[in-house]
């Protein structure tokens, strides 16, 4: 079978996998990490990462291809995520697992 010359053997990553990454690092370093999921509602924030004192709620999105997904809210997201900023909660979402590690990692306390 011949590949066509177009084909892009880019490595891709996908949305999960970075979350993933974030996840296994945050369990390695003292979080306590839980998938969100909201009964008898949409648009819950990925992930709640619970540790040093503190509940952060990390929302992980991925550059699209295309300008509609790129890597934007859902109008859902957006209406969930003003409800939590409307009483003092900030939902923070990363487009790369290296900045939510970065992030995390700002939030442990400097030893």
């Known amino acids: 079978m011949k590949v066509l010359d177009?084909?892009?053997f880019t490595e891709r990553r996908?949305?999960?996998?970075?979350?993933?990454?974030?996840?296994?690092w945050?369990?390695?370093?003292?979080?306590?990490?839980r998938k969100?999921?909201?009964?008898?509602?949409r648009s819950a924030?990925?992930?709640?990462?619970?540790?040093?004192?503190?509940?952060?709620?990390?929302?992980?999105?991925?550059?699209g291809k295309t300008p509609s997904r790129d890597g934007k809210l859902s109008k859902?997201?957006?209406g969930e995520f003003k409800r939590f900023a409307d009483v003092g909660v900030t939902v923070h979402v990363f487009y790369t697992g290296e900045?939510?590690?970065?992030?995390?990692?700002?939030?442990m306390p400097q030893v």
């Open 99 to 107: 900045a939510a590690i970065a992030f995390l990692k700002e939030q």
């Open 45 to 63: 924030p990925d992930r709640l990462f619970a540790g040093y004192g503190q509940l952060l709620l990390i929302e992980m999105k991925r550059k």
């Open 76 to 78: 859902g997201q957006e």
């Open 14 to 24: 996908i949305e999960q996998d970075e979350e993933l990454d974030v996840v296994a």
């Open 26 to 33: 945050a369990e390695n370093n003292g979080w306590l990490v």
């Open 36 to 41: 969100l999921q909201w009964i008898g509602r």
């Open 6 to 8: 177009d084909f892009d």
